[in-house]
């Protein structure tokens, strides 16, 4: 991998990892469509450290009063009705899915879970799901209440079962194309829950997973053709644009609809379903690079 690959491949994971769109798919099809070698799951993990040091940096508040609410719980019996100390377990409990399945489906994902028609594929659906998920959220807020006939729920209304549900919807994510903060929003979402309490628990509960990740993938992110140097690179890249990324969402889902996203979601999805259908583009493209 070249410097200049490393700095665009950086560039996306920054832009795309919070957006509902997929940076998995994104980079894989960056590489595809510029003739480059897939840079493969392992570098994924690694430059999604960075993007995972924004979400630390941008909520480290919250972080910090959760761990200490979570660690002094642990002691005292009378903190762990607490509200931080509880999200603290929830984080922990939401994390188990993908922990679990991307163990167990460590061959797929960087195998058969990178086809370019299985990504094609993901992107629609889940643009779908997004959608639904979103015109519901946009009557509720009109008429202030959601369709059991309660407000919509902050996190303070968070359970162990929602936390489970959030988490198997992070793990979805685990197929290129899905999206991890899509699949969790729009989970979230369809729970009830507000778009600002569903993503700032998608922002959480993404972080011991991509670090774990991340840490898991290090001793193979230098093989191959992806070498240390240009892995760094779009790792600290990916960090800088990904903290401008986080700002500007948390204040857009107060007020805008994820339509736009999921009206690109589903056209790229078309789009690359005609690239591969026409033989423009093999669904294998770069594949060789493993």
Not at 22 to 42: C, I, K, M, N
Not at 87 to 105: A, H, K, Q
Not at 193 to 218: C, D, M, N, Q
Not at 237 to 265: D, E, L, Q
Request: proline letters at 3%; hydrophobic letters at 50%; charged letters at 15%.
């Amino acid at each position: 991998m070249s410097w200049f690959e490393s700095f665009v491949l950086g560039l996306v994971q920054g832009l795309t990892e919070f957006l509902p769109i997929s940076s998995s798919a994104h980079l894989r099809l960056t590489a595809a469509f510029a003739g480059w070698q897939d840079p493969g799951a392992a570098f994924t993990a690694v430059t999604q450290i960075g993007t995972e040091a924004a979400v630390l940096i941008y909520f480290r508040k919250d972080i910090a009063r959760i761990v200490s609410a979570w660690f002094r719980s642990l002691t005292n019996k009378e903190l762990r009705g607490d509200h931080d100390a509880q999200m603290g377990w929830l984080v922990i409990v939401g994390s188990i899915p993908i922990g679990v399945l991307g163990i167990t489906l460590k061959d797929q994902i960087n195998g058969p879970f990178r086809d370019l028609r299985l990504i094609a594929v993901t992107l629609i659906v889940m643009g779908v799901v997004l959608g639904v998920a979103d015109r519901l959220a946009a009557r509720d807020e009109t008429g202030g209440k959601h369709r059991a006939g309660k407000e919509r729920k902050s996190l303070k209304d968070l359970s162990v079962k929602d936390g489970l549900i959030f988490g198997f919807c992070q793990a979805m994510a685990l197929v290129p194309g899905v999206s991890r903060s899509g699949a969790t929003i729009s989970g979230g979402l369809l729970m009830g829950y507000t778009r600002e309490a569903a993503a700032r628990y998608s922002f959480l509960l993404a972080i011991p997973a991509v670090l774990a990740s991340g840490a898991f993938e290090l001793k193979d992110a230098g093989d191959g053709h992806v070498s240390w140097g240009p892995t760094a690179l779009a790792t600290v890249i990916a960090f800088a644009v990904g903290y401008a990324v986080i700002a500007w969402f948390m204040k857009f889902i107060t007020t805008k609809s994820f339509m736009p996203f999921v009206i690109y979601r589903v056209l790229l999805g078309i789009a690359l379903f005609v690239l591969v259908g026409t033989d423009t583009l093999s669904p294998h493209a770069g594949e060789s690079a493993g």
